[in-house]
């Protein structure tokens, strides 16, 4: 591959994802528009090239400084930078605020580790019992090379260790038999605890993994409204959810916001994992070190108390999650209505939130460092 090619693709993914906020998928779609690639291995090799360079961009502006060369800090990083001498948050590639945050919810040593996990990704896939048996869709994966370790709380879930070829174009999640799927985002769904037959509200339903995932266990018996607030994502959920296997007749889409909405019956159960910052799928998008701000996490949890606070009134049974480390989308939000519910902590294997925070030993926290996971934060709330 040219040089030059490599240095215009991630200069552009940079560039957008600075000046647009998106995500570095969406930032490499629109950075290889117009740009004639050697084929699926020359595009998977760029793609991971820019996930690394856009991790490491918090690092780069401590050694170079600010630069309005997006080219000039591709080269210098291509060239290799050491991070010898640097403070910790640089060598780690976050910014101080977020470095001084985490350090001061865990300790110095402990937050540390947490930032340097969520650097790594790892791999999970969900097998898809609706489509195929678990023992047909390992033996595909085996024969395609991949190497594989069953979790011990989730049968179905794998963590893959290692994959000849991109997870996404793998014959059986090609197919729909196995779906990536994170161990945390599994977990909400095991909290939730859903049965055949009981009506379960979603509220926050797009893409649909949570619903599926709550249809495969009922095996297609449990009845779903399913809410969004975007119409269109409402209509990409029902097109996945067909092609997952899922009983769409017991799956009533609504384009809603859910923070007002109000229904003509209390559902049995109410799952509310909510909008948020993200800040833990960092290891996901690395594009979030750079977009996450203390702005935006003070915006989400605004919304997430709304959401809550419809929750509450919808249902008695309620399991409330965000994928954020950040105790404003957490412990404080289910801190506002501590009056008015009764908290209980059922995944033995998570940790409890945040020591000295409200209801901290009530709630459950999944980290990267320890868990292997996404860093999520789970409520199973009771209404009184």
């Known amino acids: 591959m040219k040089e030059k090619v490599k240095i215009k693709i991630l200069a552009r993914v940079l560039y957008e994802v600075l000046n647009h906020r998106v995500s570095i998928d969406v930032a490499f779609k629109r950075a290889c528009k117009g740009v004639r690639l050697q084929g ?27 630069t309005k060369s997006l080219s000039k800090l591709v080269r210098a990083w291509l060239r290799g930078v050491s991070d010898e001498g640097l403070p ?13 945050r985490v350090t001061s919810l865990l300790g110095k040593e402990e937050g540390e580790q947490l930032l340097a996990s969520m650097n790594e990704r790892v791999w999970w896939l969900r097998i ?5 048996p678990e023992e047909r869709v390992l033996k595909l994966l085996e024969s395609e090379g991949v190497e594989y370790v069953i979790d011990r709380e989730y049968p179905f879930l794998l963590r893959i260790k290692k994959t000849p ?41 797009a893409p649909g993994m949570k619903t599926s995932l709550i249809m495969m266990l009922t095996e297609n018996r449990a009845k779903i409204v ?48 909510a909008p948020c910052s993200n800040s833990g799928a960092v ?13 935006k996490i003070k915006y989400y949890a605004s919304k997430q108390a709304e959401l809550l606070r419809n929750a509450i009134q919808l249902g008695r049974v309620i399991v409330y999650s965000v994928c954020s480390i950040m105790p404003e989308e957490g ?20 940790s409890s939130g945040y020591k000295g925070l409200p209801l901290s030993d009530r709630v459950m926290r999944l980290f990267p460092h320890k868990h292997l996971t996404e860093g999520f934060f789970i ?3 009771l209404a009184e």
């Open 40 to 66: 699926t291995d020359e595009r998977e090799y760029l793609y991971e090239l820019a996930r690394m360079f856009v991790s490491d961009y918090q690092k780069l502006q401590c050694v170079l400084g600010r």
């Open 88 to 100: 910790p948050y640089c060598r780690l590639s976050y910014s101080k605020w977020f470095y001084d």
């Open 128 to 132: 898809n019992t609706l489509k195929a």
């Open 165 to 205: 070829k991109p997870i996404r174009l793998l014959r059986p999640v090609k197919n729909y038999m196995a779906i990536p799927q994170d161990k945390a985002s599994v977990a909400v769904v095991d909290v939730l605890s859903p049965g055949a037959g009981e009506l379960i509200v979603d509220m926050a339903a």
């Open 226 to 273: 399913a809410i969004d607030i975007s119409y269109r994502r409402i209509l990409l959920m029902k097109n996945l959810l067909k092609k997952l296997g899922i009983d769409l007749s017991q799956v009533h889409l609504v384009a809603s916001d859910s923070a007002r909405i109000k229904l003509p019956r209390h559902p049995d159960k109410v799952l509310l994992d």
């Open 283 to 295: 290891s996901k998008d690395p594009a979030l070190k750079i977009s996450l701000t203390e702005g």
């Open 331 to 350: 412990e404080l939000v289910i801190s506002l209505f501590k009056d008015r519910v009764t908290l209980e902590k059922t995944l033995k294997w998570a």
């Open 379 to 381: 409520a199973k709330i």
